[in-house]
């Protein structure tokens, strides 16, 4: 057991939180989130320069050869600074399931495009009427004919579909009603995106597939996969989402004691105040418990160990605890905070989002349940 | 980072495990909630020190193990796991000895740290009084020099194990002209000192569980002065930081718990999606509250002394402890009320005995109001 940074994670940590405070202020987040792309070029080209895009695949592929933790801390820095743009989407949705899942020729093939910034992918998984994370839920349909899939039906809330070079579409196939994987490129005839308007401006879509046609080898690993493997993609999806509340809520937290502590009434800063120091003392001990079970859950990935419970865990803490760590912040901050003079609507209208993706509190304690036999 | 065990400390909790289970399996005791402060049971203490588990963290020359911190939550976990009786050693092991090997001096250190390792002197912790609760250091406990000695007059309250403690941790004022914070010290005193008189309190469960101590003109010898004269507040502060580290503040009722879990598993109450998602969620709040608590002890493996992380691990916990009991009578609805002597009571009456007894646990070693308080000044740095 420790609970520390390795030397080599620490560098990790310092330079990325160096190089997002210099490129992503929130005049930036705010232009993004404005944009119709979400995302700037350069930066995309500069993450890529720095190695971050290809940081958790092994060197053959162009990749910097480093773990799911060493990932977790870099999105943990990116969820710090509300960064917008396709990294979630292209490397933890799609660039760590083609590795996990992909032949060696498709690994071969995508993950150095991935690492050089070359192409962006993401994950077609949802769909309307879908909230249970479970196979049966899954319409949309690919159907065998002439050596190629015919895939029709709508996914929603797949983020950055848009600007996607590769769709990573999770269909039922037919005949035998299995799950599959297809790699769809992001222009084919029959893709229909629009972007959702959402509460955190972030670059949701929905996207009809009307009969796109995908030629064989555009099967992901092999054909019928089933559900296990589109399981361990939600989870490790579900803990990335929670490293970067991590990053979120520790911001948070900070940017509420400097607040307490530089803002007076009754001739008193606010946070002399036993009940301001309560709250605070209330959110420390959120994030702190937020960080650990996410990070457990992390270390468990990267050792490939099996750890749907401790993702449950970390996930419905995650999504539980952030929303009361913004309501306390939102108090403390007082009427400045809910302004979009201030920065801390940002952090709220994220936190949101990450709560919802990849299953909230509920799902993950129906999950824990059966996890632990209830 | 790294949040797995290694292979020999998972191989020693396996092997707390194999002995707690044995012991249950020979009927030498029942699993109870809060056996760790009201668990007497002197036979135990004398197993549980012949394997070299008490004091498991203290250097050898002492009669210790040399072992990590890790290790010794490693063993108190299983211990609260099992309900174990584990009273007569719980104190000393935890925080007196603590203290004595920190402060003390070296005749101080060989006069007890054996026999505390060897399950033969037990300690109850005397601290607070009836005037001084939160405010510890408003303590009123009067101990003067007189030559060789000094002279003890004045009551303690909420005396811990003091129906069968051999020695009692105290804290007294020896300079009364001082600021209250640097007047105060702390001694050991025997608990059968003429003119120490011990009168039960019996609690809302109707344990005697604490006592009231009276001190009248009780000689205390100077070498049981822990540490520095009037140096003792700040002694103490390190010492409360290990009384509020520890697996008892999360699983002090764990056997109800376990218990509650298993009773509605097995009678399928968990098909009812309210009672289920209740108990999900305790146990999703069991393991943020674990987690806590391995970082307080891997912040003392790493050479500190816990400070605001325990203060924090306690205030969760504890919190944690009074909704088991809560969602346990919800859970048990008009059976939770039916004490262990009932014919109808669900689960030994586990759930009535420890809905009452789990309203001390956000009280006792500082109260949850003090720890966020320290939580926010020390740890977070807010002005107070």
């Given amino acids: 057991m420790k609970f520390t940074l390795s030397e080599q994670q620490e560098m990790l940590k310092r330079t990325a939180r160096d190089f997002l405070a210099r490129k992503c202020s929130k005049k930036f987040v705010k232009e993004m989130e404005e944009s119709k792309t979400g995302y700037s070029q350069e930066l995309w080209q500069e993450m890529a320069q720095l190695g971050w895009l290809g940081l958790a695949f092994p060197e053959k592929y162009g990749g910097g050869n480093m773990n799911f933790l060493d990932l977790g801390i870099l999105l943990e820095e990116m969820g710090r600074v509300c960064l917008p743009g396709p990294f979630f989407s292209t490397v933890l949705l799609a660039g760590l399931s083609i590795l996990d899942l992909g032949t060696e020729q498709q690994k071969e093939e995508y993950l150095p495009q991935i690492a050089q910034g070359k192409k962006i992918f993401t994950l077609a998984l949802t769909e309307p009427g879908f909230c249970n994370y479970q196979a049966s839920s899954i319409k949309v349909k690919a159907r065998a004919e002439n050596g190629n899939y015919i895939i029709n039906g709508t996914k929603l809330f797949v983020p950055d579909a848009h600007i996607a070079d590769y769709l990573l579409c999770v269909a039922s196939t037919d005949p035998e009603n299995d799950i599959s994987i297809f790699l769809i490129e992001g222009e084919k005839p029959g893709i229909h995106c629009t972007v959702l308007r959402t509460l955190a401006g ?152 990450a709560e919802l993706a990849f299953g909230d509190a509920t799902f993950y304690r129906q999950v824990l349940a059966d996890e632990i036999g209830l | 980072m790294d949040f797995g065990f290694s292979e020999e400390q998972e191989k020693f909790r396996q092997e707390v495990r194999q002995f707690l289970e044995q012991e249950i399996r020979q009927g030498l005791w029942e699993p109870m909630c809060d056996g760790w402060i009201q668990g007497y049971n002197p036979a135990f203490t004398k197993r549980v020190a012949q394997r070299g588990w008490i004091g498991l963290t203290w250097p050898k020359k002492y009669g210790g193990q040399g072992r990590s911190h890790i290790e010794r939550l490693i063993l108190t976990e299983e211990m609260l796991r099992y309900g174990a009786p584990a009273a007569c050693h719980w104190f000393a092991d935890r925080q007196v000895g603590g203290a004595i090997l920190t402060f003390g001096t070296e005749e101080l250190k060989n006069e007890f740290l054996p026999r505390i390792c060897r399950g033969e002197a037990f300690f109850g912790v005397s601290m607070s009084e009836p005037g001084a609760g939160s405010d510890l250091a408003s303590l009123q406990t009067r101990a003067v020099e007189d030559g060789d000695y000094y002279v003890i007059n004045g009551q303690k309250t909420w005396t811990s194990c003091a129906h069968f403690a051999h020695y009692f941790y105290l804290v007294a004022r020896t300079d009364p002209q001082a600021p209250k914070h640097r007047g105060i010290s702390e001694f050991v005193v025997a608990a059968d000192s003429p003119g120490l008189t011990r009168v039960p309190m019996i609690d809302i469960t109707g344990t005697e569980a604490w006592n009231d101590l009276f001190f009248d003109n009780v000689r205390i010898h100077k070498k049981y002065l822990i540490g520095e004269k009037n140096r003792g507040f700040y002694q103490i502060l390190h010492q409360l930081d290990f009384e509020r580290s520890g697996m008892e503040r999360l699983m002090g009722n764990y056997v109800l718990f376990d218990s509650i879990t298993k009773f509605a598993r097995e009678n399928k109450l968990t098909r009812d999606p309210l009672i289920r998602h209740k108990l999900a969620q305790l146990h999703i709040e069991f393991e943020v509250g674990r987690l806590l608590i391995y970082r307080v002890a891997s912040v003392m493996d790493d050479g500190r002394a816990p400070n605001w992380e325990s203060a924090m691990s306690k205030a969760f916990c504890t919190e944690f402890e009074k909704r088991v009991a809560n969602t346990a009578m919800e859970i048990l609805g008009p059976y939770g009320q039916l004490t262990r002597t009932s014919k109808f009571a669900p689960i030994g009456g586990l759930a009535a005995h420890s809905y009452l007894g789990s309203r001390g646990y956000s009280l006792q070693g500082g109260t949850t109001e003090i720890l966020k308080n320290i939580v926010a000044t020390r740890g977070l740095g807010l002005p107070s």
């Fill in chain 1, 202 to 353: 972030d670059k949701l879509c929905e996207v009809i597939l009307d009969r796109v046609c995908v030629p064989e080898g555009y099967v992901l690993g092999k054909l019928n996969l089933g559900w296990g493997p589109v399981r361990r993609i939600i989870e490790r999806a579900a803990i990335g989402k929670c490293c970067e509340l991590v990053g979120n809520l520790q911001r948070v937290l900070e940017m509420t004691i400097e607040y307490a502590k530089q803002r007076k009434q009754f001739d008193r800063p606010i946070g002399s105040f036993q009940i301001i120091q309560h709250y605070c003392a209330d959110m420390a001990t959120y994030v702190d418990g937020v960080r650990f079970s996410t990070y457990q859950a992390a270390w468990m990935v990267s050792r490939g160990l099996p750890c749907s419970r401790e993702v449950a865990i970390a996930k419905a803490w995650a999504s539980q605890a952030s929303q009361q760590i913004l309501a306390l912040a939102h108090q403390i901050h007082g009427a400045i905070g809910v302004t979009m003079e201030h920065e801390l609507h940002y952090y709220t209208r994220r936190a949101k989002a």
